[in-house]
């Protein structure tokens, strides 16, 4: 409003200008004179302008009379768009001048021009999929969805312009929340144009997230064929596909299609450990126990896990602790000094009942390297050699505070996971998980449980052990069903918290 006030102010202010200029001219009493052949004409000062601007007129008149007396003799020499050039000339060079506006505008970030300025090409050029382009863009840039969808839409009919419109309507649909569509139409985007990086990223994660895994890893083949995924990387995220397409077809109740998925997963990533424990499973469901027993030894090579120790077990599940023993001993042969294989040769010790065995297997990891996992089996020896319950209690009070140890964990947002997963759920990448200790998970409990050694017992000494005890124990797992120490003092852990607070009290 007060800019239409200020246009109306300026324009009486120049009315007022003039005629206040022309009376001056009137006033003035001067003349001119003009001798044209043998005539002379003498010209008030008003008349003067007059004719001035008649001049001006008639040349401007003269060269476009000139410039279309060329456009028809071009066109009588064959050039069939001279003419319509020519009256074309002045409306596409305003078209043009808009639509230079309109992109200026789009770059400045100022997308209600630069959508005004669009429109306006769009009535003076004929150049639709260009122009439509851009109000597609500028009302995108807006926020004006409805706009943008509706021109985005009116491109799909080139097919010079169908896979910018396909992309443009991808983005609809993900600012609505709509994923079922977007999926949809980067399928139809990936078929126009197979090699777009961008379009295979957004199709996978749109897959990934609706759990078609097939469909992903039909994409996944594609990136690689593009040459964007090395080969071993390739293999490692097509094994997590399968084992998760593995995982489905379990779900449905094809055990047999979900087998051999899992067998396939493992083949093509025999260091994946989720691969391989549901490989090993899948092969003792086909009476193939020893081929399941050789993939997790593959596996363990590589590096030990408690899924591959628990799959190990699975095999032979109704063997007792001194058969465990035996049967595990070459798989514990490989990476021997590492914590998870001692610390599962104490366990399996323990279910043996051969406690100082189990000492002599866990070593110092209680003291040099505590984790919660390896103070409890420090306590179940403790209980399993007959340790006063205050000193059990001071192994377990220590465990309830220390470090988790190992866990998956995203290396994309540092998320804890319970188990594996192909996707994150806090951040919902894809093959993000590595098993590997937590930044810091150990601290001061809320219920300030650090202080219970100092209420129901302090830890012992360390005991010296015979040199000349030969460490000679065969090594094996834990059955799954039976009671250890282990599990029965890590039963007793509440219930010492709770007497502990009441001594307190």
């Not at 003792?284 to 190990?312: C, D, M, N, T």
Request: aromatic share 4%.
């Amino acid at each position: 409003m007060l800019w239409m006030l200020v246009k109306l102010l300026v324009f009486v202010a120049v009315v007022i200008g003039l005629a206040y200029g022309a009376g001056l001219l009137m006033d003035s009493g001067q003349s001119v004179g003009l001798r044209v052949l043998n005539m002379e004409f003498e010209l008030g000062p008003i008349q003067a302008l007059i004719a001035l601007a008649l001049l001006v007129l008639a040349v401007w008149l003269v060269l476009k009379l000139l410039g279309l007396i060329i456009a028809v003799l071009r066109f009588m020499n064959g050039d069939e768009t001279a003419v319509r050039r020519y009256f074309m000339r002045n409306r596409e060079k305003r078209g043009m001048d808009a639509l230079l506006a309109s992109m200026l505008a789009q770059a400045a970030g100022d997308g209600k021009l630069a959508i005004a300025k669009a429109e306006k090409a769009h009535k003076l050029l004929n150049q639709p999929q260009m122009t439509n382009l851009l109000i597609a863009q500028s009302a995108e840039m807006k926020g004006n969805r409805a706009l943008a969808e509706e021109h985005y839409k009116r491109l799909l009919s080139d097919t010079r312009t169908r896979f910018v419109a396909v992309q443009g309507l991808i983005r609809a649909k993900l600012d609505e929340g709509d994923s079922d569509k977007a999926r949809k139409l980067a399928e139809k985007a990936l078929a126009i144009q197979p090699a777009h990086e961008e379009t295979q990223n957004t199709l996978l994660q749109l897959q990934t997230q609706a759990e078609d895994w097939q469909g992903a890893r039909k994409t996944l083949k594609v990136k690689k064929s593009s040459g964007y995924l090395p080969r071993d990387v390739y293999r490692r995220r097509d094994a997590i596909l399968a084992l998760q397409d593995s995982d489905r077809l379990a779900a449905e109740g094809n055990m047999t299609r979900a087998r051999e998925a899992a067998i396939e997963a493992n083949r093509l990533s025999p260091d994946l450990i989720p691969a391989a424990a549901a490989a090993a499973r899948a092969l003792v469901a086909q009476g193939k126990g020893s081929y399941g027993a050789r993939v997790i030894k593959k596996a363990w090579k590589v590096a030990p896990h408690p899924e591959l120790a628990a799959a190990f077990a699975a095999i032979e599940p109704g063997e007792s602790p001194t058969q465990r023993l035996q049967r595990f001993g070459k798989l514990l042969g490989y990476h021997a000094d590492a914590a998870e294989t001692r610390m599962l040769r104490a366990e399996l010790l323990i279910a043996a009942e051969d406690f100082p065995a189990a000492r002599r297997a866990l070593g110092d990891l209680a003291t040099a390297a505590p984790s919660m996992r390896a103070l409890t089996i420090m306590a179940a020896i403790e209980r399993g050699e007959g340790a006063d319950d205050a000193v059990v209690r001071g192994w377990l009070a220590r465990a309830l505070t220390a470090p988790r140890g190992p866990q998956w964990i995203c290396q994309k947002c540092q998320h804890v996971h319970a188990s594996w997963q192909a996707i994150c759920d806090n951040c919902a990448a894809f093959d993000t998980l590595e098993w590997r200790d937590a930044p810091d998970s150990s601290g001061p409990s809320a219920t300030q449980t650090e202080l219970l050694p100092l209420i129901i017992g302090s830890l012992p000494g360390p005991k010296e052990t015979s040199a000349d005890t030969p460490d000679t124990a065969p090594e094996a797992e834990v059955l799954e069903g039976d009671a250890s120490p282990a599990d029965e003092a890590a039963q007793e852990a509440s219930a010492g918290d709770e007497k502990s607070s009441e001594k307190a009290s």
